[in-house]
């Protein structure tokens, strides 16, 4: 079961993915993971990805193509891609979209979901901005819905808490005015194929994590 996540940045997507991982046994293909780790080993995407992701812009569509494609063909036929994937943050755009039905020739699968966490935009601005990161092991909080025991200060290694540079207020209205521009499309490119699935992303976690299961167990 191959499945395409889809939603505004802080919808959850990332959340529920993990959820369908353990469920169904999935492989997560996350395209924010790739870049940060081609970030930290400053790769040819990584230098390109800082750039563009320190502004709250996408990454161009060619540079995360070759990216998620060059993933997909390391990987495919291996043995955690038996049980099928998610794709979380891929495709983006429509061009993405035209894009990965090639890749899916390529290389024999196909997309058997695409499901949209859908959102309003001030609850995604509240849920963005008060992210806080330790910048030690990575752990994530937020500072209404998780905060740490201490403010500032990390539960697990006592690390400092930094707010990421993309999750300032004015950083995340530029990220949601870019999604509003270049993904949203996505949505009525996918509704007219007859293939989106919308799920209320305005529930608690667990709410929002039943309905994708209800979802899939019907497929």
Partial sequence: MNIILMGPPGAGKGTQAAKLVEKYNLKQISTGD??????????????????????????????????????????????????GFILDGFPRTIVQAKKLQDICDMFDFKIDAVINLDIPEDVLIKRLSGRRTCEDCGKSYHIVYNPPKVEGVCDVCGGQLLQRADESEEAVQVRIDTYNKQTKPLIDYYQMKGELINVNGDQTMDQVTQDIYDILDKI
């Fill in 34 to 83: 790739l870049f940060r780790k081609a970030i930290k080993e400053e790769t040819k995407y990584g230098v390109i990805a800082k750039y563009f992701i320190s502004f709250g812009y996408l990454v161009p569509d060619d540079f995360t193509i070759q990216m998620v494609e060059e993933y997909l063909h390391e990987n495919i036929h291996t043995e955690e891609f038996k049980n």
